[in-house]
């Protein structure tokens, strides 16, 4: 089945980066985007940005830009984050999500489905 | 970027209640509006897609509406499995904004 597999746990202190990786299998990882999501403790979904696994091209979210790097390994279908110049408030579950299309003639929708199991990143000193 | 605008925040209801949630986005979105659920430590899950649509596997019990600016998700009779908080969003531009979620309580 379609699944993606994130690592594990990270902790941090303020200004260092972290790289969380998103392992897809079960589909051909370079047909479909890939998106980043967070969601700080007790708060709700933050989009942060996608990357193409067949290009490599990517977009960011304006709040990230000059911190975030997404990345791609298509010989080991992984996807990568990374976060640099860690601040407190950069603590939050990460997730990654594969961008799932569907046919409603006549829209074609797009949807983050399904969404790896999430990745804590806690940024303390 | 299109803000979406979820009410109630939270609500406490009862099983077999029925069970209502709205989203408004900023601008009109056509039919470009997903839903999703997320259950406490859990990632989110598709629900609804293109504001109608049910994902396979998905209850009948859930059910939505709306297009343009203006959604709602239904629940026609509240389960134990479905107390979790709900999310929308938008497909219609990038970046594919969420609204602040709805928190689905035990009366």
């Known amino acids: 089945q379609v699944q993606l597999v994130q690592s594990g746990a990270e902790v941090r202190k303020p200004g260092a980066s972290v790289k969380v990786s998103c392992k897809a299998s079960?589909?051909?990882?370079?047909?479909?985007?890939i998106h980043w999501v967070r969601q700080a403790p007790g708060q709700g979904l933050e989009w942060m940005g996608w990357?193409?696994?067949?290009?490599?091209?990517?977009r960011y979210s304006q709040k990230f830009q000059g911190r975030l790097t997404m990345t791609k390994d298509t010989s080991v279908s992984t996807a990568y984050m990374e976060l640099s110049r860690l601040r407190s408030d950069d603590t939050a579950i990460y997730y990654c999500?594969?961008?799932?299309?569907?046919?409603?003639?006549?829209?074609?929708?797009?949807?983050?489905?399904?969404w790896g199991q999430g990745t804590l990143v806690t940024v303390s000193s | 970027d299109i803000q979406m605008t979820q009410s109630p925040s939270s609500l406490s209801a009862s099983v077999g209640d029925r069970v209502t949630i709205t989203c408004r986005a900023s601008q009109n979105v056509r039919k470009y509006l997903n839903w999703y659920q997320q259950k406490p430590g859990k990632a989110p899950q598709l629900l609804m897609y293109a504001a109608t649509s049910l994902k396979s596997g998905v209850p009948s019990r859930f059910s939505g509406s709306g297009s343009g600016t203006d959604f709602t998700l239904t629940i026609s009779s509240l389960q134990p499995e479905d107390f979790a908080t709900y999310y929308c969003q938008q497909s219609y531009s990038s970046p594919r904004t969420f609204g602040q979620g709805t928190k689905v309580e035990i009366k």
């Open positions: 990357i193409d696994p067949n290009s490599g091209d990517s």
């Open positions: 079960g589909y051909s990882f370079t047909g479909y985007y």
């Open positions: 999500a594969r961008v799932t299309d569907f046919v409603v003639a006549p829209l074609t929708t797009r949807t983050f489905d399904p």
